[in-house]
């Protein structure tokens, strides 16, 4: 199996690993069983689990904001790009393997004791925000309700992983929709 083919292997089944069980709860045994790459091969890509952690979120990341942009782009107005990000959500939070947010979960576990992810966790958080920033600015809308709308959007992450429902991103979605309306 070459370089390649095993990252890969392994990043996917890590993911998935993680997001099923919390990060904690997967040791590099199972990682290394479900992947079908070796021990040995492991430790040589990713020499701690640390590093695996660490770019699984990195990989994450990327994937979340290619398809939040994709997602978000396809709006017709410029208010609708905005709350494009909620039907976003809610998309995300009815399939049926939701679990939260990867990167609120990780934070939640590791946040205090790996700056390394704690540093991908906050990162990400901001490009969020950015992103609801110039969607904001877009539309001709104070700045100060990018921060706003994020609180509503990570608030229904974390709701939605609680009630196991995707309601919640409906419910941001109003909220947002109100908080676009009273600025304009």
Request: with cysteine.
């Amino acid at each position: 199996m070459d370089h390649t083919t095993a990252e890969a292997r392994l990043l996917e089944a890590a993911d998935t690993l993680f997001y099923e069980r919390g990060i904690q709860a997967v040791g590099m045994d199972a990682i290394r069983a479900a992947s079908g790459v070796s021990l040995k091969r492991t430790y040589q890509l990713f020499p701690s689990k640390e590093h695996l952690t660490e770019a699984v979120l990195h990989r994450r990341d990327q994937a979340i904001r290619d398809a939040l942009s994709a997602y978000t782009s396809a709006g017709s107005t410029p208010v609708e790009r905005v709350l494009a990000v909620f039907d976003y959500l809610h998309d995300w939070f009815g399939q049926p393997d939701y679990r939260g947010c990867s990167f609120i979960n990780s934070f939640a576990e590791l946040g205090g004791t790996s700056p390394g992810v704690a540093d991908i966790v906050r990162t990400h958080k901001q490009a969020f925000t950015h992103h609801l920033a110039a969607l904001v600015a877009a539309a001709d809308r104070p700045p100060a309700l990018a921060a706003q709308l994020a609180l509503l959007a990570n608030g229904a992450m974390v709701t939605a992983a609680i009630t196991g429902s995707a309601e919640p991103a409906r419910d941001a979605r109003t909220a947002a929709r109100r908080l676009l309306d009273a600025d304009t």
